[in-house]
């Protein structure tokens, strides 16, 4: 029997895109990556095969954007000094010692990116890992740590008119006592996979997370916001989310640059289906506005005012072409 439902909001998006990823040549690596102290050309960072699986069970990590400045020629990185005290929180969690200071690990992605000779927007990426490859099951706490550090272009997708259609998801965000969320863990991700993946199967761009109060978390791969009756509403930290460095920059620019009052509290599902504007944020997700959920549209299905102001003072904080908060960026190629 054929099914006469219309096709879910993005659907023939992710068919177009489906099928352009089965045909697309993979993209060229860098020439080199960054792994315990030293540069090592991409193609000699191997490691046996027996070792891919344990390791990742409590493996940490961030990821960093770097954004071109063609006016300035040079790359600025975002946040960096917040994103390396998020990774020692998240190892700390982890229960790793640290293997690498946060000077050093400044030191070794600038070193990295100039090797490189990027002259693009990019995604550094830093991942630490207990070593011996010890069964998930089994107490690490005691293994020394190594650190591999990865950067990839990563074109950003800001000012490009993208819009997303999501969903709430069926599966719940990860709970404080089961796993703890605030650690940026390659393991968490499993949970941020499953609702992506039923998403996009569903036919949308992207899933939205309950937690087990069945109050709003965040999306699968970044914090949320509404906005209503020109107030932006965020989750808060107790709701499972993770600490968002690119929350946490917004909640200080929307009121001071902006003039858009915020408020931290729990939110509802049906909040969402009634706010003015929805739009999720992270730092590979940038300012992603949000149009429908569960095919409500969210305000006139169009992004909103605030999201667009948003998205443009954020495009000028990222690459320096607005001047305010300064410490935000580390220049690669010029000093500060």
Not at 118 to 135: H, I, T
Not at 246 to 272: K, Y
Not at 287 to 310: C, N
């Amino acid at each position: 029997m054929a099914d006469d439902r219309p096709a879910p909001p993005g659907a023939a998006l992710h068919e177009k895109t489906a099928t352009q990823g089965q045909t697309a040549a993979p993209p060229p690596t860098p020439a080199y990556l960054w792994h315990n102290g030293r540069l090592v050309p991409w193609q000699d960072a191997t490691v046996h095969i027996t070792q891919i699986g344990w390791t990742a069970i409590s493996a940490v990590f961030e990821g960093i954007r770097g954004y071109w400045s063609n006016e300035r020629q040079d790359l600025y990185l975002f946040r960096l000094d917040e994103h390396l005290k998020r990774l020692a929180r998240s190892m700390k969690l982890m229960r790793m010692a640290p293997a690498v200071s946060a000077a050093d690990l400044t030191s070794a992605m600038l070193d990295l990116l100039r090797a490189n000779e990027f002259r693009e927007d990019v995604y550094v990426q830093p991942l630490v890992y207990f070593a011996g490859g010890v069964p998930g099951y089994r107490a690490a706490y005691t293994q020394p740590t190594e650190v591999l550090i990865t950067a990839r272009p990563a074109p950003s997708a800001l000012k490009t008119g993208r819009a997303s259609h999501c969903c709430i998801s069926s599966w719940v965000r990860l709970a404080d006592h089961v796993m703890p969320p605030r650690a940026k863990a390659l393991a968490n991700y499993q949970n941020s996979r499953l609702v992506s993946t039923e998403a996009r199967i569903n036919g949308y761009d992207g899933g939205i997370m309950l937690n087990e109060r069945g109050k709003v978390a965040e999306g699968a791969y970044a914090c949320i916001f509404l906005v209503r009756d020109g107030v932006a509403v965020t989750p808060p930290a107790t709701a499972g989310i993770l600490e968002s460095i690119t929350r946490a920059s917004l909640l200080e620019a929307l009121p001071q640059v902006l003039g858009v009052p915020v408020e931290v509290r729990e939110v509802d599902r049906t909040e969402l289906y009634l706010a003015d504007e929805v739009f999720l944020c992270g730092t590979l997700a940038e300012i992603d506005p949000v149009v429908s959920v569960d095919r409500y549209s969210v305000g006139t299905g169009e992004p909103g005012t605030v999201t667009r102001r948003l998205e443009d003072l954020y495009h000028g904080l990222v690459r320096g072409t607005d001047p305010r908060y300064p410490a935000w960026r580390i220049p690669v190629y010029h000093d500060a």
